[in-house]
């Protein structure tokens, strides 16, 4: 006949689960006093156990979350550094730029269009019936400017 032992198995396996929580409370309070980014990733590394398992820890879970939030920008976006950031002055300067550029390419889209109107014109002079094939065609004097 075998002893009954199972009650010794269960009382282990109870210190061992109290353990493991005991290490992932104190990872995450030496992570949140320390300033510590706080994801499941870097509290499972620091404690040593598995994500799952925090995942599957309602409280722990709920806190990692909560400290995580707490800890995340109002804004998503990140904060550009002062010396990174354009002055009044450099944005102005830029925005004349543009607005001159577009200027020249309105009035080469003008010039192009043009040009490409005469030419249909001349084209279409040149398909009427009965207008000899052979003679010389007049030379627009437009030129097209570089692309």
């Not at 309602?58 to 354009?86: C, F, N, W």
Request: proline fraction near 5%.
């Amino acid at each position: 006949m075998q002893a009954e032992n199972s009650h010794l198995i269960v009382a282990a396996a109870r210190r061992r689960a109290a353990a493991t929580r005991r290490r992932a409370t104190a990872a995450l309070r030496r992570m949140d006093a320390a300033g510590n980014p706080i994801t499941f990733e870097t509290v499972a590394r620091e404690a040593g156990v598995s994500r799952s398992w925090l995942y599957n820890q309602p409280d722990l879970k709920g806190e990692i979350e909560r400290l995580r939030a707490r800890r995340r920008p109002a804004s998503a976006t990140r904060a550009v550094p002062d010396r990174q950031r354009a002055s009044d002055s450099s944005l102005l300067q830029r925005l004349e730029a543009a607005t001159e550029r577009n200027r020249q390419l309105e009035a080469e889209n003008r010039e192009l269009r043009e040009a490409l109107a005469l030419a249909l014109g001349e084209r279409r002079i040149a398909d009427l019936p009965g207008r000899p094939r052979d003679t010389p065609k007049k030379k627009s004097s437009t030129a097209i400017g570089p692309c």
